[in-house]
């Protein structure tokens, strides 16, 4: 009987502290950026705390890509308020969350913060993204505007346009150059229309002319698709350019 009892008790003084590890209440950790969104190669600020009071220690930031695993990215040490503070700066396009992470001590589980999610934004030409052409023969690549070479360009001749579908990249700026084709043959002028693919204009560029210097082009866009529609005068259309020098888009993807 005496024996048996030890062995209760023992069984006990095992038992409850694991019950006691398995109950111990987690830390709060509070997260927050200075910004939800950022262009690559800039840098925000993700900040919180920890409580109760866990100063000297240490939190884990995290990252986490569309798709992927959590994968922490630097340890902070928390200050005497038991705050932390990092500057990041992305190295990776799209949306991307953030999170701090403090481990379990001897009396508290651990504990992990909201997650939040900054966009991460950066300019992709567009003759590198799919696109439809019509007819499929509009010229690709380098071209000049009164002289002045562009790349990832393209040239587009009268009853020719050229769309994109930017479906799912978050896209939410374009900018390109705008001009008459130094190869379009001599007097051309025209206009250029940059669609939403419809027949709502995003922006109308008016009395171009050869040998006149590209027109810098920025439009905000709320539409998925752009289309990009020259309206030509020449005494020959089939040596008349209507030229979009280095088109980008800033997109979140």
Not at 202 to 222: D, G
């Amino acid at each position: 009987m005496r024996k048996l009892f030890i062995v209760l008790v023992a069984a006990a003084a095992i038992v409850l502290p694991m019950q006691g590890a398995e109950a111990a209440t987690a830390y709060t950790v509070t997260a927050s950026v200075s910004t939800s969104s950022v262009d690559l190669g800039k840098s925000f600020v993700l900040s919180g705390t920890v409580s109760p009071s866990a100063k000297g220690k240490t939190v884990k930031i995290q990252r986490q890509y569309a798709g992927g695993s959590w994968t922490t990215i630097v340890t902070k040490t928390l200050s005497s308020t038991s705050k932390y503070s990092v500057k990041i700066t992305p190295s990776k396009g799209g949306p991307t969350k953030y999170r701090a992470v403090k481990a379990a001590s001897s009396t508290r589980a651990q504990g992990i913060s909201s997650s939040r999610t900054v966009k991460v934004y950066r300019w992709l030409y567009l003759t590198g993204l799919p696109g439809t052409y019509t007819p499929p023969t509009i010229y690709r690549g380098y071209m000049y505007v009164k002289g002045t070479q562009f790349a990832h360009s393209l040239s587009i001749k009268q009853g020719e346009y050229a769309d994109w579908n930017l479906a799912g990249k978050g896209c939410n700026r374009l900018k390109v150059y705008i001009g008459i084709d130094d190869d379009s043959v001599s007097g051309t002028t025209g206009t250029s229309y940059i669609t939403n693919g419809g027949l709502d204009v995003l922006n109308a560029e008016n009395t171009l002319e050869k040998n006149q210097s590209a027109r810098y082009v920025l439009v905000s866009l709320a539409t998925t698709t752009i289309r990009f529609l020259p309206g030509l005068n020449s005494s020959d259309l089939s040596t008349a350019w209507m030229g979009y020098g280095s088109p980008q888009v800033h997109c979140a993807a």
